[in-house]
């Protein structure tokens, strides 16, 4: 009944405003939206970020529906933006028990949107309608220096200029939003990557993992400064060895964080899918706030 009812205003919306009204809601709306917020105070946002001609059309409906799912629903199919992309790409290997997803992680001087570890390691840059390519190559680059596999997740409306500016190695996943429904697809597979840089990898770790890591090739570490423990296991250890425990350190960094969005995953909202990540909080104390 609740999704009859916010298709029903969206459709509302639709006739009274225009693609760039719209457009310009989505990025105000997103800017204010907090999962904190109770639906009082998150319906009182949602119509004063309203274009004014829309502000009457609410209030038929504040008490029929979720204001979260409201702002999910109008996110999907109006403003698609790089956090739901990366919910709704990393929903499709929720049922993988041998694997992880994570979220957001610097990796030389660009911050990786996506990254998976299933035996193999996987980066996944993300580039929607919104967003502009000019980093890209750069990205990429620092990506393949420490990750198997690299892929460009592109609105349709990127993918020929964004090929032009990747290594062939790299994969192409397209996306395209159907009316709400976003729908990838596989333009190009990533080829294994061969030249990666076990001094970036260790770079990507903090003191503690880099101990660790050392613990488990067995180094003898003299240094206590990242520079020294980074050097004394590049020293002591082959990429080979450095490439394994750099997986299994990530895979057990982030394997609490990726089974709480697996175990709620039916409770949480695209939009709020890496808060729920990054804090591991409980989806049954949101959503429900009066």
Same mark, same amino acid.
């Given at each position: 009944?609740?999704?009859?009812? %916010?298709?029903?205003?969206?459709?509302?919306?639709?006739?009274?405003?225009?693609?760039?009204?719209?457009?310009?809601?989505?990025?105000?709306?997103?800017?204010?939206?907090?999962?904190?917020?109770?639906?009082?105070?998150?319906? *009182?946002? $949602? $119509?004063?970020?309203?274009?004014?001609?829309?502000?009457?059309?609410?209030?038929?409906?504040?008490?029929?529906?979720?204001?979260?799912?409201? %702002?999910?629903?109008?996110?999907?199919?109006?403003?698609?933006?790089?956090?739901?992309?990366?919910? %709704?790409?990393?929903?499709?290997?929720?049922? !993988?028990?041998?694997?992880?997803?994570?979220?957001?992680?610097?990796?030389?001087?660009?911050?990786?949107?996506?990254?998976?570890?299933?035996?193999?390691?996987?980066?996944?840059?993300?580039?929607?309608?919104?967003?502009?390519?000019?980093?890209?190559?750069?990205?990429?680059?620092?990506?393949?220096? %420490?990750?198997?596999?690299?892929? &460009?997740?592109?609105?349709?409306?990127?993918?020929? !200029?964004?090929?032009?500016?990747?290594?062939?190695?790299?994969?192409?996943?397209?996306?395209?939003?159907?009316? *709400?429904?976003?729908?990838?697809?596989?333009?190009? @597979?990533?080829?294994?990557?061969?030249?990666?840089?076990?001094?970036?990898?260790?770079?990507?770790?903090?003191?503690?993992?880099?101990?660790?890591?050392? @613990?488990?090739?067995?180094? =003898?570490?003299? *240094?206590?400064?990242?520079?020294?423990?980074?050097?004394? &296991?590049?020293?002591?250890?082959?990429?080979?060895? &450095?490439?394994?425990?750099?997986?299994? $350190?990530?895979?057990?960094?982030?394997?609490?964080?990726?089974? =709480?969005?697996? @175990?709620?995953?039916?409770?949480?909202?695209?939009?709020?899918?890496?808060?729920?990540?990054?804090?591991?909080?409980?989806?049954?104390?949101?959503?429900?706030?009066?």
């Amino acid at each position: 009944m609740g999704t009859l009812i %916010v298709d029903e205003l969206l459709s509302e919306i639709e006739k009274n405003s225009t693609q760039q009204e719209r457009y310009e809601y989505g990025t105000r709306m997103y800017s204010s939206y907090s999962i904190f917020d109770s639906a009082h105070i998150l319906w *009182g946002k $949602i $119509i004063l970020e309203a274009p004014r001609i829309l502000k009457n059309i609410f209030s038929d409906y504040v008490k029929l529906i979720s204001p979260y799912e409201f %702002v999910n629903a109008y996110m999907y199919k109006y403003y698609a933006n790089e956090s739901i992309i990366k919910s %709704v790409f990393s929903r499709k290997h929720l049922n !993988r028990d041998d694997e992880i997803t994570f979220f957001e992680m610097n990796v030389g001087k660009s911050r990786l949107d996506l990254a998976r570890i299933n035996g193999h390691s996987s980066a996944y840059e993300i580039k929607t309608e919104f967003d502009s390519l000019t980093k890209l190559e750069k990205q990429v680059n620092d990506y393949f220096q %420490v990750f198997e596999y690299v892929y &460009i997740i592109v609105n349709r409306k990127h993918t020929d !200029r964004a090929i032009e500016m990747i290594p062939t190695e790299c994969g192409v996943i397209e996306y395209k939003n159907n009316d *709400g429904r976003i729908i990838f697809n596989y333009k190009r @597979k990533s080829q294994k990557n061969n030249t990666i840089n076990p001094l970036f990898q260790l770079e990507v770790l903090n003191k503690i993992e880099l101990k660790y890591l050392a @613990k488990q090739g067995e180094v =003898n570490l003299k *240094g206590n400064s990242k520079t020294e423990l980074i050097s004394e &296991i590049n020293a002591g250890l082959d990429k080979m060895k &450095i490439n394994k425990y750099f997986k299994e $350190i990530l895979k057990k960094k982030y394997q609490s964080k990726w089974q =709480n969005i697996r @175990k709620h995953s039916l409770q949480i909202n695209d939009v709020d899918t890496q808060l729920f990540f990054k804090n591991e909080l409980e989806p049954n104390i949101f959503y429900n706030l009066e």
